[in-house]
């Protein structure tokens, strides 16, 4: 196989899985627009021209890579923590052990791609294999949220800062801040393109995670940004299947383009099981 060739084919998509949930908001939350608020609150929310919260994609892949980052070593996996000092696990996210290795990676695009490849995987933690690194593109794509519901409203809260050493609030420091009332739901949609077993396994125990309870945004702390997931569904295709190849390259909505891959629960148990078997 020629150059070229191994590149195409090295990109090309075999497999995608497909899954769907709504986020349901339990208690009050908050993304920060890191500027005065729209009720002129010294912390605001991040709204939409439509006065709407917005549930940013980017919110939910950092917290989605801090739940997988938390659970790998439960799968016998590893995460670098974009720290390589920290946790001795080599991988090119830390910017440092990057540059420390950047002439081997150099030397290994020199030789074809299945030997740059393989550096890529002997170079990269598990999670980041998922999630990408400055080598290698992500295999997950999360949406923004898509707002179904939430209260119309936008409450203000009072915050005071707090001497650590006293521990008492600080004269002259009282602040407020915006937030979006409990009961908000959105649907989110996360594509996973080519996902190895790894991948679907170590994706598949943050959903779980996720699906009991978690929390996301700002003042986490104060309790704020607790959520649970519903109406999870997965879907999935696999083009070395005639069938859903036609099925898929024939078709514009995912119901018809992606076959179900039946329950959630069960299908990512298997996955995680399989890994757990062969580590």
């Known amino acids: 196989m020629n150059t070229v060739a191994a590149i195409l084919d090295n990109m090309a998509l075999r497999k995608k ?16 627009s890191g500027k005065e608020g729209e009720t002129l ?24 890579r801090s739940t997988c ?28 052990y990057y540059h420390h290795v950047r002439e081997s990676y150099r ?26 690194s400055p080598v290698m593109a992500s295999r997950i794509q999360i949406s923004d949220g898509v707002l179904q519901d939430w209260a119309e409203v936008v409450q203000i809260r009072d915050g005071v800062v ?17 937030v ?11 594509d996973l393109d080519n996902p190895s077993n790894k991948d679907l396994a170590l994706f ?6 996720w699906a009991g309870g978690n929390v996301l945004g700002g003042f986490k702390s104060r309790g704020l940004g607790r959520f649970h997931l519903d109406n999870i569904s997965v879907r999935g295709v696999d083009l070395s299947d005639p069938q859903q190849k036609i099925r898929f390259l024939t078709h514009t909505e995912p119901k018809d383009r992606l076959s179900d891959l039946g329950n959630w629960e069960e299908y990512f148990s298997q996955r995680i099981h399989e890994v757990l078997s062969n580590s």
């Not at 709204?47 to 994609?57: A, E, S």
């Not at 598949?204 to 995670?209: P, S, T, Y």
């Open 17 to 32: 899985v497909l899954v769907t949930f709504d986020v349901i908001f339990d208690t009050a939350w908050r993304i920060g």
């Open 41 to 64: 609150s010294d912390l605001g929310v991040v709204l939409d021209p439509l006065g709407q919260p917005v549930l940013p994609g980017s919110s939910l892949k950092g917290r989605l």
């Open 69 to 96: 980052e938390c659970l790998a070593h439960a799968l016998n996996m590893t995460a670098c923590m974009l720290n390589q000092q920290a946790t001795g696990v080599n991988c090119t996210s830390d910017v440092k």
């Open 107 to 132: 030397r290994s695009t020199e030789q074809g791609i299945q030997a740059r490849l393989q550096w890529i995987e002997r170079h990269t933690c598990d999670v980041c294999m998922l999630f990408g």
């Open 162 to 178: 707090i001497d650590r050493d006293s521990q008492t609030a600080v004269d002259g420091l009282k602040y407020d801040y915006e």
């Open 180 to 190: 979006v009332p409990p009961g908000s739901r959105f649907a989110v949609t996360i």
């Open 204 to 209: 598949g125990a943050a959903l779980f995670e």
